[in-house]
């Protein structure tokens, strides 16, 4: 199918405003090298318009597909796309090592890119997932050739999210290093895999040590997964290179944020948001009902990314240069009130679900604490004098994970939780049908008391909706890795362990119920706490023991809700 085609048919699928797609000349596998001689393999889409913007987007996942698409789309609608495979990927020499090169690569990318006879001096980035990373890694030293910048369910720092609660997020890390090795198996053997379900893949979830996991599931060791094994610590030096959130601040492109409510990074993608709004920036937040793999979730990015693009990204000239000198927060707020959109636009989830557009992340709240009490029952109302409630946690046989946030998009996002509050290692509290709406929009957090028979232990907290039909639908959750030295004891055993959950906008509808789990993990989303306190990586001893929940006046256990709006 010709490029002009393909241009107008994906921006008329896209519904973007009407443009007549010029001629695009597309140039393979140029090679740009890096200070330390390494060739990094280029696509370069030409527009018709020699003296136009350049959108750039580095990538570690092969440049055809929906990156070729893209390119041409951007080339069509009058910018250079210039693709570019990370080192190690994609035909670029050298190894792929996540996070480390980047911030230098780009940097000479961008220095190759202001040496080419069409660089106009605007220069835009989009980037989904790891894509991302590589924007905030060059974000800060681009300069103002800088203009705008589409951030896609990414953050400017990985290691919170790898370490979500001081766990580890077993199943996207695991998952994500498989994918990057099939890229590097033939295209037969890797269909032939994902039709018998990636048993490897499914076996290594379930392997002890971790440190063998890699080798189960790709058969090969994979480094960076053996290293996110060793230094994992709050402290550990490797991160300090490998994380770009103090640089964050001193980006002052426009940005578009664009994420979903059980996408994998959301939390750190919302504290990049907080950051640049701290910094006087206003940027644009879309938050969708999506996952880290939603087909929706790429649709929307299109559309809201290439708008974005078409907005800031100007030609040369004085409009360029009045653009390029505004100051952030007021132009940016006055081209969204001229665009007739809000800073940020969330999906309101739940009951008629619906869009909302607000001024601010977060919205003002009424902070509201829906309490645990005996019978397994969630109320508003203070805690009385009760007797904890108590479960045995077994690592040989771990509480499973069910839907929520996960690279995988097919098992990811809401689903019916009846099959996991069935297990006698989970604890449900439930509300009795409401009877009214009530609304729910910002961060979500838990206080949960608990005594423990081991003193290294997970509490896992899940937030759902209990429809009519009782069907139970998870809407947010968290978990946080206990240790001696974390959440003291006092002198009755009992500790007091703040859960965050990942923020929500969600619509509990009248004659529905509010339900709570708490549980001992969410396997293989979390690696299971083989409760002896032994290496991440090389721990094998699995030790079960009792917990215990406390809800009373003096150890008042509740999940503390945003409630923005409750009635009818």
């Avoid at 007797?387 to 839907?403: C, H, N, Q, V």
């Avoid at 509300?431 to 028979?453: F, K, N, Q």
């Avoid at 009519?468 to 362990?497: E, H, Q, Y």
């Amino acid at each position: 199918m010709p490029g002009r085609l393909v241009a107008r048919l994906a921006g008329a699928a896209l519904r973007l405003p009407a443009t007549r797609p010029g001629p695009v000349r597309v140039t393979r596998d140029i090679p740009v090298r890096a200070r330390d001689g390494v060739v990094l393999r280029t696509d370069h889409y030409a527009p018709a318009a020699r003296d136009a913007p350049t959108v750039l987007i580095r990538t570690p996942y092969g440049r055809g597909g929906p990156l070729r698409m893209l390119g041409r789309l951007l080339a069509a609608r009058g910018r250079h796309a210039v693709i570019q495979s990370c080192r190690g990927t994609g035909g670029s020499g050298g190894t792929f090592a996540p996070l480390v090169h980047e911030r230098d690569d780009g940097a000479d990318t961008l220095d190759w890119l202001r040496r080419q006879p069409w660089w106009a001096g605007s220069l835009g980035m989009f980037g989904v997932s790891y894509q991302g990373f590589a924007q905030w890694a060059l974000a800060a030293d681009a300069g103002e050739d800088l203009r705008a910048m589409v951030a896609v369910v990414t953050a400017s720092a990985t290691r919170d999210s790898t370490y979500a609660g001081e766990s580890f997020a077993l199943d996207t890390v695991l998952t994500w290093a498989e994918l990057l090795h099939a890229q590097t198996v033939p295209w037969l053997t890797r269909q032939r895999e994902l039709k018998r379900g990636q048993p490897r893949l499914a076996a290594a979830l379930e392997h002890l040590p971790l440190t063998g996991a890699d080798r189960v599931a790709t058969g090969v060791t994979i480094p960076f997964f053996q290293e996110w094994l060793r230094h994992h610590t709050p402290d550990a030096a490797y991160w300090r290179t490998r994380v770009f959130a103090d640089r964050v601040a001193r980006v002052r492109a426009p940005v578009i944020m664009v994420t979903g409510w059980h996408d994998i990074f959301l939390p750190a993608q919302l504290d990049d948001h907080a950051t640049l709004r701290a910094a006087g920036a206003r940027p644009r937040l879309v938050v969708g009902p999506w996952t880290h793999g939603s087909p929706g979730l790429f649709v929307a990015a299109l559309r809201e990314g290439l708008a974005w693009l078409d907005e800031h990204l100007t030609a040369p000239g004085r409009a360029g240069e009045r653009a390029r000198h505004a100051e952030p927060s007021g132009s940016a707020a006055e081209r969204a009130r001229r665009a007739g959109s809000a800073p940020v636009r969330v999906y309101v989830g739940g009951a008629d679900g619906s869009w909302r557009d607000l001024p601010d992340w977060p919205p003002p709240a009424v902070d509201t604490a829906w309490h645990l009490h005996p019978g397994g029952e969630l109320a508003a109302r203070v805690p009385v004098p009760s007797p904890p409630d108590e479960f045995r946690y077994d690592p040989a046989d771990p509480t499973p994970s069910l839907g929520g946030p996960l690279l995988v998009a097919q098992r990811a996002g809401r689903m019916d939780n009846q099959p996991v509050e069935a297990r006698p290692d989970v604890l449900t509290y439930t509300s009795a049908p409401l009877d009214r709406p009530v609304e729910v929009i910002g961060p979500v957090h838990a206080e949960v008391h608990v005594r423990s028979e081991l003193p290294h232990l997970d509490v896992f907290v899940r937030l759902c909706d209990v429809d009519r039909r009782g069907r139970s639908w998870n809407v947010c959750d968290g978990l946080v890795r206990v240790s001696p030295g974390r959440f003291p004891a006092d002198a009755s055993g009992v500790r007091r362990v703040p859960v965050p959950l990942w923020p929500t906008a969600y619509r509990f509808a009248a004659g529905h119920r509010l339900r709570v789990q708490v549980a001992g993990g969410a396997h293989p989303r979390w690696a299971r706490n083989t409760g002896t306190g032994e290496p991440l990586g090389t721990a094998v001893t699995l030790r079960a023991g009792w917990r215990q929940v406390l809800h009373d006046p003096a150890y008042p256990s509740a999940l503390r809700l945003p409630i923005v709006h409750s009635g009818s």
